[in-house]
């Protein structure tokens, strides 16, 4: 078994001491040699220790079950100790416990094999009651902790929905570490003997108490404070959880306070029947599918069709003699519920009002928004609608350069004033970043100073990056509101769906970082804080306020956006996308404009089934969102691991650590890795709570340029012609494996063996090469390693598509349309035309977007002067696909007639 320090939770570190104690508890029962035995029982010994201070949080197989392996163990009763843990572990791994009981004792009405249950049917396992487990908060003793679950169970009725087990803790601080160690809990039921402090000292499980934050001063509270304040640290770090909070306070006193997200209050009584039926109403109303429950439904009547789509109801398929094996590949129920209809039950997508209305405002509640609106054509236009809805032509939009590619088309759609931001470059690794608020505020500063101030709509930005670089969210938004207080923010978190079930990755969404801010601006400390600030700060000082943390206005406006691939990076079918809206300005200012752009780029036909999967998507998420992202980020974490302790994979791969891609300035904590061979884990907490941008743990960058190959060929020849691994993102010299709610440890340790593989063949192809192939070889590795052409910045707007030389906003919707037309435009060769040009004086302007696959952005955009370094750049880029550039022809660029006559026309604007 791996040491504590090895495991990066307590989770992982539960599931591998029971696998590991059943195979030690095997081998003690069958092998009688002493020398044997006694290294077993050791090492038993051992693992009962460990395992002792974490099953008091979990219902299965319970504390007390857990004693009574302790002592068939301390009697050498080894034959049932091995039964009974190969009957424990198997129904932990299996989840067999989730549906039905499992006794430990040896029993020949229970069969072994009935342990695993791997072998039902998808169809038997949906009929299984779900299960769940509740956390009792109170001080008690053994036998009132019996006797507390007993009466609750005896509350149980055939026709209930669900089941569910009780675990019983005593304090706040248990109760904190319970809810973030036991992912199978549902609900908190909050008892008036709660005490404050844990006595457990583990600090694998200590570590989960940093995620409350250092900001709750608990330790001042009277003991009749400590039920509401675990209500209002509930609301904080699982707020999809129950609450339930029992006390002998009085109404009154109770009425006022800030008590969470706590469903209900129950007055010094023990009705245990109403705390059931609460129970399970609170978890029926996260389970709940209001879409996906009104499609299956429909599926199952009787119709007849006479409208649109010949494969409704299946018809198309059943009655034909080629396409049976389409029908036998999908299944019947697909097309049972493929209609065009939105009567019957169904909704419309494009006005809402019955079962997606419900589904939308679930998902609402779910991601923290005000608003939420399902997309079934990806991300791509979910960002345009936000942008179309928001931005009118003319309006100065700040964007981030390195941006998905559909927002500078939505750019274009608005007819905005673009402003370029510049991530910092990692050049050693041909990617970027992400935008400095420096950088941010720089060219906020700049266009007030220019009078422009009042034309800046919206920040966009793209958190996280693809690469899995993350902003500080809130503190962006506080410093961009003290110097323009109506800001509007678009958020693409196209690769950050799953984070708002993590309490760790949380803070850093949009819709979180919304929410508090619309409460902190509330306060009377901000306002302070912001009377403090006006007379400390000159705010027409430029390097005054680019020095210091700025503080909003207590009237700021928070208007903030989020769009999410939610089929990305939780259960959805492709294209599967939501817009999650947190503005105060929506209902009065945007809603119009919001449909209209809606309307304008949503399908009169949408696909049921994708609307259907995010329905049940954001059921999943709120039941056991916070599970699977825990088991995901453990999967990232075990894989850097495994390959940063692997002699072997060190010497031809390294895995990107976050001093590795983000600069020290950047990281306030100091934190440069989440895991060391020598230091061991890192908590992340404090850096993610701190520093200006974070690295997301369950993305790993891997260079690969010590093998040789460059990032495209790794992929593609390497990784899924000979392994069958499938990854997306390269860069010249680096691969990136993004783990997900849906990656196992098998899947890991398949990748493990993959690499370790590679490993070994390029070990032995050097050891039998010549010495001109091992020459050849080295010349690859440092061409790939050390020269790397620099990543070049936006250049700027040509003068014909800016309205002035002081700020460096531009029209790129000018410049698009003006490619339409041929006579505009000229080609020019990469190699001699446009350097010809350029030394020629000659301004290059780009009249097409240039984006190279990868890195996936526009490295120029219409209207964009031609740079001797972005052409270097292109010149060096050693990819398949770039888009927008045509090597038969060369380099799309307006000709200067055309740049001359455009230019001359905005000067006599601007005279006028």
Not at 191 to 214: A, F, Q, W
Not at 338 to 352: H, K, V, Y
Not at 656 to 663: C, Q, T
Not at 716 to 739: A, E, P, W
């Amino acid at each position: 078994m791996k040491s504590m320090s090895e495991h990066y939770s307590a989770v992982q570190m539960r599931s591998d001491s029971w696998s590991a104690l059943h195979q030690a508890a095997s081998s003690l029962a069958r092998e009688p040699d002493k020398r044997s035995a006694t290294r077993h029982e050791k090492r038993i010994s051992e693992i009962f220790e460990a395992l002792e201070v974490v099953e008091e949080y979990w219902a299965f197989p319970g504390i007390h079950a857990f004693d009574a392996l302790r002592r068939m163990f301390d009697h050498k009763n080894y034959a049932d100790l091995a039964f009974s843990v190969r009957r424990a572990s198997r129904a932990l791994s299996s989840g067999a416990y989730r549906r039905r009981a499992i006794p430990l004792d040896r029993d020949d009405n229970e069969p072994d094999e009935n342990d695993d249950e791997a072998m039902l049917s998808p169809e038997a396992r949906a009929l299984s009651k779900p299960y769940f487990e509740i956390l009792i908060v109170d001080s008690l003793t053994d036998q009132q902790s019996r006797w507390l679950k007993k009466s609750i169970q005896e509350m149980r009725r055939s026709e209930d929905a669900f089941h569910y087990e009780a675990v019983v803790v005593p304090s706040l601080e248990d109760a904190l570490i319970g809810i973030l160690f036991n992912h199978n809990i549902q609900a908190v039921v909050i008892r008036p003997g709660l005490t404050l402090k844990s006595k457990n000292v583990l600090p694998i499980l200590k570590r989960y108490l940093n995620r409350v934050g250092e900001d709750e001063d608990v330790n001042a509270l009277t003991p009749e404070e400590y039920g509401p304040e675990l209500c209002r640290l509930i609301a904080k770090v699982r707020p999809e959880l129950d609450a339930y909070l029992i006390t002998d306070r009085s109404v009154e006193e109770i009425a006022g306070m800030d008590l969470g997200l706590c469903r209900r209050v129950f007055y010094n009584q023990e009705d245990f029947v109403e705390l059931h039926l609460n129970i399970l109403r609170g978890v029926q109303a996260r389970f709940r599918t209001p879409f996906f429950s009104a499609l299956r439904e429909y599926s199952k009547k009787p119709t007849g069709v006479f409208h649109a789509m010949p494969i409704s109801r299946g018809k198309s398929i059943s009655r034909s003699h080629w396409i049976q094996d389409m029908g036998a590949f999908y299944g019947p129920n697909i097309f049972m519920a493929e209609t065009s209809a939105t009567s019957g039950g169904l909704d419309s997508l494009l006005e809402p009002t019955g079962p997606i209305k419900e589904a939308q405002e679930l998902a609402s509640r779910a991601f923290g928004s005000r608003q939420t609106f399902f997309a079934t054509n990806g991300t791509s236009t979910s960002n345009k609608v936000v942008v179309q809805a928001l931005v009118k032509p003319g309006d100065i939009v700040l964007v981030d350069r390195d941006c998905h590619k559909s927002h500078h088309y939505g750019m274009v759609l608005s007819g905005a004033q673009v402003v370029y931001l510049d991530s910092y470059p990692l050049n050693e690794y041909s990617m970027y970043g992400a935008v400095p608020l420096r950088e941010i505020k720089h060219s906020l500063l700049e266009l007030k100073a220019a009078g422009k101030l009042d034309r800046v709509r919206m920040l966009l930005l793209t958190n996280c990056t693809f690469d899995g670089i993350v902003y500080n969210v809130e503190r962006v938004m506080e410093e961009c509101l003290a110097i323009k207080p109506d800001l509007v923010f678009l958020w693409d978190e196209a690769w950050f769906a799953f984070a708002r079930f993590g309490p760790t990755y949380r803070q850093r969404t949009a819709m979180n970082a919304a929410n508090n801010l619309r409460s902190r601006l509330r306060t009377p400390e901000t306002h302070e804080e912001w009377e403090d600030q006006q007379k400390r700060i000159d705010m027409d000082d430029h390097e005054a306020v680019l020095a210091n943390r700025l503080v909003p206005p207590p009237n700021a406006r928070v208007r903030v956006y989020a769009t999410q691939s939610t089929h990305k990076t939780l259960t959805s079918l492709r294209q599967g996308s939501m817009i999650h809206v947190n503005d105060q300005d929506f209902k009065g200012e945007v809603e119009q404009s919001f449909h209209e752009a809606y309307m304008t780029h949503t399908s009169t036909s949408p696909n049921y089934q994708i609307i259907a999967s995010l329905d049940v998507g954001r059921r999943q998420v709120e039941l056991e969102g916070f599970e699977f992202v825990q088991r995901q980020i453990e999967a990232a974490m075990s894989m850097r691991r495994a390959i940063s302790t692997h002699p072997l994979l060190k010497k031809y791969f390294k895995v990107l650590a976050a001093g590795d891609m983000i600069p020290e300035e950047y990281r306030e904590s100091g934190v440069q890795s989440y895991y060391n061979p020598e230091q061991g884990w890192t908590d992340i907490w404090e850096c993610w709570a701190k520093d200006e941008f974070v690295l997301d743990a369950s993305r790993v960058t891997l260079a690969v340029g010590g093998t040789g190959w460059d990032g495209d060929t790794f992929k593609t020849k390497i990784l899924m012609d000979r392994y069958g691994i499938q990854i997306n993102k390269t860069s010249r010299n680096t691969v990136l494996f993004m783990t997900n709610i849906g990656t196992t440890r098998s899947s890991v340790a398949y990748l493990i063996e993959a690499l370790v593989e590679i490993a070994n063949d390029l070990n032995e192809l050097y050891d039998d090469a010549s010495r001109m192939e091992r020459l050849s070889f080295e010349k690859r590795v440092k061409n790939l390693n050390e020269d790397l052409p620099p990543l070049p910045d936006f250049s700027r707007f040509h003068p014909a598509f800016r309205t002035g030389d002081k700020t460096p906003e531009g029209d790129i919707r000018r410049a698009f349309f003006l490619s339409y037309d041929e006579k505009n435009c000229d080609y020019l060769e990469l190699d001699g035309g446009v350097d010809a040009a350029i030394e020629a004086g000659r301004e290059v302007v780009s009249a097409s977007f240039i984006i190279p696959y990868p890195p996936g952005f526009p490295i120029l955009v219409p209207g964009q002067v031609v740079s001797t370094e972005i052409l270097s750049f292109m010149r060096a880029l050693d990819v398949s696909e770039i888009h927008g550039y045509r090597p038969d022809l060369g380099l799309r660029v307006f000709t200067d007639e055309i740049l001359n006559e455009i230019s001359n026309k905005t000067r006599a604007i601007a005279a006028e």
